[in-house]
């Protein structure tokens, strides 16, 4: 089994940076990429950036070139460096594990990440 865990959110304004932490345990080797979510009062999950095992990296359209994401293997820890943040995006954010067959799971308790204009 795989625990990840979400750290790094919190109240920030407009402009500001902030760094999400996601640290696994347990199973790692069956993790074949870790991405991140993120879900806003009243609106369903959506899918913010991801990493591969090749260190290939997907994005939202919507956060490309704000947020980065990269990977410790040492740590067994995956970050999201979000900059430029803006108001809408507040929500809670998740990491998960995505599995041989490329389905998501594992999901964190999720870290809520405030932006105030």
């Known amino acids: 089994q795989v625990q990840l865990v979400e750290s790094g959110g919190g109240l920030v304004q407009v402009g500001d940076s902030l760094r999400l932490s996601c640290a696994a345990s347990?199973?790692?080797?069956?993790?074949?990429?870790v991405g991140w979510f993120r879900q806003a009062p009243g609106k369903e999950r959506e899918f913010v950036a991801s990493i591969d095992r090749s260190g290939s990296s997907t994005y939202y359209a919507d956060v490309k070139g704000r947020f980065i994401i990269s990977r410790d293997n040492a740590k067994i820890t995956v970050y999201l460096q979000m900059n430029s943040l803006k108001p809408e995006d507040t929500a809670v954010y998740y990491c998960a594990a995505r599995r041989i067959d490329s389905t998501w799971g594992n999901w964190g308790q999720g870290t809520q990440v405030t932006v105030s204009s």
């Open positions: 347990g199973r790692t080797s069956s993790i074949y990429g």
